[in-house]
């Protein structure tokens, strides 16, 4: 047992020690907040990258339109920040990714 418990408290003592030298290991995920909208009509993995971030937008005068920002640009130029200060977790992350994951097997992309 006492072997055990070293080797376990090394393994978090490395686990702890290499997460925090990870540039951005502790800040908020885009894809896990409220106002994420990933980008439709491309793959899974582009659909991320091209996502957009319904908190930052313009409204066309003239149509009513919105036009939502890029959420990598929303994390950059943004008063969200690098920091995500308007970031608020999905509670249906989870059970959207499923989704996903299920419709892209069904329609094979």
């Known amino acids: 047992m006492h072997i055990a418990n070293y080797i376990t408290y090394c393994f978090l003592y490395l686990s702890i020690t290499f997460a925090y030298q990870i ?44 036009t939502y920002d890029y959420a990598s640009i929303a994390r950059k130029h943004q008063s969200c920040g690098e920091n995500g200060t308007q970031y608020i977790e999905d509670p249906n992350y989870k059970l959207k990714l499923k989704c996903k994951l299920l419709y892209d097997i069904i329609n094979k992309k």
């Open 23 to 66: 540039i951005n290991f502790d800040k908020p995920v885009c894809s896990k907040c409220i106002h994420f909208e990933p980008a439709s009509s491309i793959k899974y993995d582009n659909s991320i990258k091209y996502g957009k971030c319904k908190f930052y937008g313009k409204k066309d005068i003239l149509n009513g339109k919105i």
